[in-house]
């Protein structure tokens, strides 16, 4: 069964600091990875994805996140936090359904708190 | 860029009301999705569709129905809405297997049961 645990509800860091939002998931095939952002009373927005090309994943806003299959892990990271990145972050897995296209598992979130 | 609209940003109903939740989308996209959103559970799956006139229940579809007579347009129905429905709920679409897995949403209905 496929399953996505984010190992942190809550993060907070200080403006210009590193971000790491940690997030282990479970598959049973070789699956698509991805990590959404939501900005407070909004949708999600797509920061990245993994579909089995490079491990390494540039996204937007200057985050990345490396695939690690034998630690079945999918940490997202970003070198230097800017305030605007204050939201929830969700690490969803995908696998390809019985029908014709992608369900999708997501994380319960973490919220990232940046500190002036 | 896709572009998924939702018909109410905020939505108030009493007990009992029927509750229509709409959701468009302008890029041909086969898959539809609607989610309800709570705190500390994430996003839980309760319908989706593959084609027009063509649904599938998710994790929790108790309590609600879905309509797709056509291909861009996905509704979402709480057939007697109850105050456990109190929710944000967002809708998705994506494109056919093949085309990229990613789903897209739409900025999400904050209903409130009363």
């Known amino acids: 069964a496929q399953s996505v645990t984010q190992l942190d509800s809550h993060v907070s860091v200080s403006e210009g600091t590193p971000v790491l939002l940690r997030c282990n998931y479970s598959s049973s095939y070789s699956p698509s990875l991805f990590w959404y952002v939501q900005h407070p009373n909004k949708g999600l927005q797509l920061l990245l994805k993994?579909?089995?090309?490079?491990?390494l994943v540039k996204g937007i806003n200057g985050f990345e996140a490396e695939f690690k299959k034998s630690e079945t892990s999918f940490h997202l990271t970003k070198p230097s936090a800017h305030m605007s990145d204050a939201a929830e972050y969700f690490c969803v897995v995908s696998e390809l359904g019985g029908w014709t296209g992608n369900q999708f598992y997501f994380g319960t979130g973490t919220s990232l708190t940046v500190i002036p | 860029d896709v572009k998924v609209t939702q018909s109410s940003r905020y939505l108030v109903k009493r007990t009992g009301e029927k509750v229509f939740l709409e959701c468009v989308q302008d890029?041909?996209?086969?898959?539809m999705f609607w989610y309800r959103q709570d705190p500390g559970l994430g996003l839980r799956l309760i319908y989706f569709s593959y084609d027009v006139k063509m649904k599938e229940k998710g994790d929790i579809p108790e309590g609600y129905s879905v309509s797709r007579e056509k291909k861009e347009r996905f509704s979402l129905i709480l057939e007697s809405a109850s105050t456990n429905q109190t929710s944000m709920y967002l809708c998705?679409?994506?494109?056919?297997?093949?085309?990229?897995?990613?789903?897209?949403f739409g900025p999400g209905t904050r209903l409130t049961v009363t």
């Open positions: 998705a679409s994506s494109r056919p297997p093949g085309q990229g897995p990613e789903q897209y």
């Open positions: 890029m041909d996209h086969e898959n």
């Open positions: 993994y579909t089995s090309a490079a491990t």
